[in-house]
């Protein structure tokens, strides 16, 4: 099992996440490559909520193919285009993640390869 790291000499987390996430060394390790909110029909809905979703589902299959689930997520790199998808990003995110939360860093950026997105999500996960 995962230990979360929240060490008290440090300012509590602002959202939903852990500052750090201890993986003992007996655990398997699954890398996923960013993911953008585009569906297997090419199809990419316009809200941050939608394509975070669609980021997650994406992520979903990429981890039961390696024999592991979201719950088993200890690492999150997201990328937004704006501060104005922050917020709905997180509260899209919130509906993924257990308990303990994994760690995870936000990120603005300019942009990504097709206009439409909004949203990159990249995970570590970490199983016995």
């Known amino acids: 099992m995962s230990n979360p790291l929240l060490p008290s ?3 509590a987390p602002f959202a939903k996440y852990s500052h750090g996430i201890e993986v003992p060394a007996d655990h398997r390790l699954i890398f996923a ?3 953008l ?3 297997a029909d090419e199809t990419i809905p316009e ?3 939608d394509q975070t979703r669609l980021c997650f589902e994406n992520i979903r299959h990429i981890l039961a193919a390696g024999g592991m689930n979201l719950s088993d997520i ?6 937004v285009t ?3 998808h922050m917020q709905g ?3 899209a995110r919130d509906e993924f993640t257990s308990s303990p939360p994994p760690a ?4 603005i950026v300019g942009g990504f390869t097709r206009e439409q997105f909004v949203v990159e999500v990249e995970v570590v996960a970490a199983k016995p």
């Open 9 to 11: 000499a440090i300012r």
């Open 33 to 35: 490559s960013g993911q």
């Open 37 to 39: 909110g585009i569906a």
């Open 47 to 49: 809200s941050v909520e």
């Open 74 to 79: 200890v690492r999150i790199n997201a990328y």
């Open 82 to 84: 704006g501060r104005e």
């Open 89 to 91: 990003y997180m509260k």
């Open 104 to 107: 995870s860093t936000l990120m």
